[in-house]
């Protein structure tokens, strides 16, 4: 029998890792949370006699000896109880004589005595409750895991046509759940080519888009995002869009970032530029009170600081501008070459102040839209603009849904996503039992 530790980040990557190594045949026969990450035990030709006598728990082991010892002197007490209730009964009922060991005594009813309180359990370590809870946790993962194996496997048999569209979805980038609704509605046609239009389709009536363009319905709008994702680029561009197109007289431009260097610099000159006014906003000063002067224009752009989600500062920011007397139209930046976890993390950070929608960025750098699409669509965010370059304001566009899923095809990976990857995807899906496939 050939044994290996395997060490990673989690168990899924762990999980990869024995198959790698040792192939689909090997057995899991242990995991331990360490410093960093998680500890796979795995085993090729395992046997269960193979495995050492499992460590017995002391502690356990007292417990239950002390509670053994309880029953036995109860089951005592009872017997003894039983058998003097016994004897009274039979001189009162069977006519039996009294002796003179045994003088005649008037039968009082006595309560029966209380049970004891039971004694407290022993205090157990909060340790032992987190070991325990963290192998739990371990074993639902590879059990998640070989399911979605499992699955995915027998798709690939019962329908061959299916799991192809489910390839192609994956190329492109789409969630496990948007992929399962897309499948879900083109289950009755046949025909491969016109089931991938129809998928196609369906997916770009799934996109939302604004009705009215929000520079023309006008009012404040912020941009919002963490760090990196081109929030003052796209406030440049669409600044320059309004001045080029109804002038420069009825909009402002407001800066609340004092922590990047140079930020307000940037926002000045473009305000000199434009010929737009510039207002800074500094930390723990009133948003209402600098706005106040602003409301004669017909559009206002803020500019916001690209914050940590733990950092107070940003929920100060949030909690500003989703201010009653705000009135502010907020719209999340996102950079389409950001992971889905940094997307997914940005949504849940920013959502606090109530989002309008979302804004794509940096189009011409991405190798995948599925990801974003995934999270507008799945979140219900209208998208506001698209921007595909650093040209003022050439690179900024108004999004057309046909459009955009057929750039997302047209950036699609090449290579076909690996059997990992797919059972990776299943496995994912039965992490909530509403997503499940079949």
């Known amino acids: 029998m050939q044994v290996k530790r395997f060490f990673a980040a989690d168990m899924r ?9 040792l192939g689909a045949d090997a057995a899991i026969i242990g995991n331990r949370r360490i410093a960093g990450g998680v500890e796979l035990t795995a085993a090729l030709d395992y046997t269960p006699q193979a495995l050492a006598p499992r460590v017995p728990n002391m502690e356990l082991e007292d417990e239950l000896r002390k509670t053994a010892s309880r029953i036995v002197s109860a089951q005592a007490e009872l017997s003894m109880r039983g058998d003097s209730d016994a004897t009274t009964n039979r001189q009162l009922f069977a006519g039996l004589p009294l002796t003179a060991a045994e003088p005649l005594v008037e039968p009082t009813f006595k309560e029966p005595p209380r049970p004891a309180a039971p004694a407290p359990a022993a205090a157990v370590d909060q340790r032992v409750f987190d070991s325990m809870r963290f192998e739990l946790n371990g074993l639902r993962e590879l059990l998640e895991v070989q399911l979605g194996s499992l699955a995915w496997t027998q798709l690939q048999g019962s329908k061959p046509q299916q799991a192809n569209l489910w390839r192609r979805l994956q190329r492109i980038g789409l969630s496990g759940p948007l992929s399962r609704d897309l499948l879900a509605l083109t289950t009755e046609i046949e025909e491969p080519r016109q089931a991938w239009r129809m998928l196609l389709a369906h997916l770009a009536r799934m996109i939302v888009t604004p009705e ?18 081109g929030k003052t680029t796209t406030l440049a561009k669409l600044a320059a869009r309004y001045v080029l197109k109804y002038g420069a007289q009825n909009i402002a431009l ?43 224009k017909r559009v206002v752009l803020i500019d916001t600081a690209g914050l940590q989600a733990s950092d107070p500062a940003l929920r100060m920011q949030l909690e500003s501008l989703a201010g ?18 940094v997307l997914t993390a940005a949504y849940h950070s920013y959502k606090r102040c109530g989002l309008a929608g979302c804004i794509l960025t940096k189009l011409d750098e991405t190798a995948s839209l599925g990801e974003v699409l995934s ?42 996503p690996s059997e990992e990857a797919m059972a990776d995807m299943f496995a994912d899906l039965y992490q909530n039992p509403a997503k499940r496939v079949g």
Not at 212 to 226: S, Y
Not at 380 to 408: C, F, M, N
């Open 13 to 21: 990557q762990a999980m990869k890792l024995v198959r790698d190594e």
């Open 212 to 229: 009215i363009e929000p520079l023309e319905e006008g009012g404040v709008i912020a941009m919002v995002g963490p760090a990196g994702m």
């Open 254 to 296: 407001v800066s609340m970032d004092s922590y990047r260097i140079g930020a307000q610099e940037q926002l000045k000159t473009l305000g000199r530029i434009l010929n737009v006014p510039v207002t800074h906003v500094d930390p723990g000063q009133s948003l209402a009170n600098a706005l106040d002067p602003l409301l004669r």
């Open 375 to 416: 999270l507008a669509i799945s979140h219900e965010l209208p998208v506001a603009y698209l921007t595909d370059g650093p040209r003022i304001p050439d690179d900024l566009h108004l999004p057309r849904r046909h459009q955009l899923v057929s750039r997302a095809v047209s950036v699609q990976m090449q290579d076909e």
């Open 324 to 341: 009653r007397g705000i009135k502010s139209k907020n719209y999340l930046v996102l950079a389409t070459t950001s992971q889905k976890q």
